[in-house]
């Protein structure tokens, strides 16, 4: 089954927030490493359980990405009945984990 990965609201903003942060639009390395976020979100359309659950709550996983000490963590729920998973943040690796209104 595929899933249709949707991005929320605030994890749009965290894309765009890393995005300026690496300086994306200006370097051609930034830019790649952000496309490849990209491609791992979507890849999340197959075989979204591959990735362990989250420590925030155990209905959300979190998807690593990035080398060290630049990893972040894609953290979603995957909704079974609309075949959907729900990008839900998207924070660097060394952050505290979300708080419960950031959920």
Same mark, same amino acid.
């Given at each position: 089954?595929?899933?249709? !990965?949707?991005? $929320? *609201?605030?994890?749009?903003?965290? &894309?765009? #927030?890393?995005?300026?942060?690496?300086?994306?639009?200006?370097?051609?390395?930034? *830019?790649?490493?952000?496309?490849?976020?990209? #491609?791992?979100?979507?890849?999340?359309?197959?075989? +979204?359980?591959? $990735? +362990? &659950?989250?420590?925030? #709550? +155990?209905?959300?996983?979190?998807?690593?990405?990035?080398?060290?000490?630049?990893?972040?963590?894609?953290?979603?729920?995957?909704?079974?009945?609309?075949?959907? !998973?729900?990008? !839900?943040?998207? #924070?660097?690796?060394?952050?505290? +984990?979300?708080?419960?209104?950031?959920?």
């Amino acid at each position: 089954m595929r899933y249709r !990965v949707e991005i $929320s *609201a605030k994890a749009q903003l965290d &894309l765009d #927030r890393i995005y300026r942060y690496i300086h994306g639009e200006t370097s051609e390395s930034a *830019a790649k490493w952000f496309d490849g976020l990209h #491609r791992a979100l979507i890849s999340l359309s197959k075989m +979204p359980q591959r $990735s +362990p &659950l989250a420590r925030e #709550r +155990p209905l959300l996983r979190h998807l690593l990405y990035g080398k060290k000490p630049h990893i972040y963590r894609a953290i979603y729920l995957i909704d079974e009945d609309r075949g959907a !998973v729900m990008i !839900v943040a998207i #924070r660097h690796g060394a952050r505290a +984990p979300l708080r419960p209104k950031e959920r």
